[in-house]
């Protein structure tokens, strides 16, 4: 059984910053690609950014030269550095890991962390 468990989120300040965990646990030999993804109110869920095996990221254009995603291979986790935020990053972040198995490939879901932009 695999588990995704996210941090980080919470209320901040528009141009504040806050940094996002995700860890994952359970019958894992490794993690493909790491991702995180949002999903505002009333809004699809949209990729934010993703990082390879091989740490090569992508980014979508809403947040280019302000967020980061990082991952820790030894502890199974990724992040997400989120900085100079806007009150239209508020949504629910939601991290995803592709993990291969002796079943298959499957994606894997955290439970989602709150982050809210507003002064």
């Known amino acids: 059984q695999v588990q995704l468990v996210e941090s980080g989120g919470g209320l901040v300040q528009p141009g504040g910053s806050l940094r996002l965990s995700c860890a994952a646990s359970g019958s894992i030999s490794s993690i493909n690609a790491m991702g995180w993804y949002r999903q505002a109110p009333g809004k699809e869920r949209e990729s934010v950014a993703a990082?390879?095996?091989?740490?090569?990221?992508n980014y979508a254009d809403s947040v280019k030269g302000r967020f980061t995603i990082s991952r820790n291979n030894a502890k199974s986790t990724v992040y997400l550095q989120m900085n100079s935020l806007k009150p239209e990053d508020t949504a629910v972040y939601y991290c995803n890991a592709r993990i291969p198995t002796n079943r298959g490939t499957y994606d894997y879901w955290g439970q989602g962390t709150q982050v809210t932009v507003s002064s």
């Open positions: 990082i390879t095996s091989g740490e090569s990221t």
